[in-house]
């Protein structure tokens, strides 16, 4: 799925991790995940998702850590 530029999922508490499937949405810039409270991780093919230009994780409580390429 290529033409999909914005997603928002906010407050999807049950949400544990994002679906494989997601990385092949390649045209992907907006993607706001706040308030997802079960979020634990980010998956490593979110890094590779080049036109991604916002990320909104705010108030994701059981985020741990962010991955190394987001410094």
Do not use: F
């Not at 992907?28 to 634990?40: A, E, F």
């Not at 991780?41 to 991955?67: F, N, V």
């Amino acid at each position: 799925m290529t033409g999909l530029q914005h997603l928002n999922l906010v407050s999807c508490k049950s949400l544990r991790e994002l679906p494989s499937g997601m990385g092949g949405v390649t045209g992907l810039q907006h993607l706001n995940l706040s308030d997802c409270k079960s979020l634990r991780e980010l998956p490593a093919w979110i890094g590779g998702m080049t036109g991604l230009q916002h990320l909104d994780l705010s108030y994701c409580k059981s985020l741990r850590e962010l991955p190394a390429w987001m410094g």
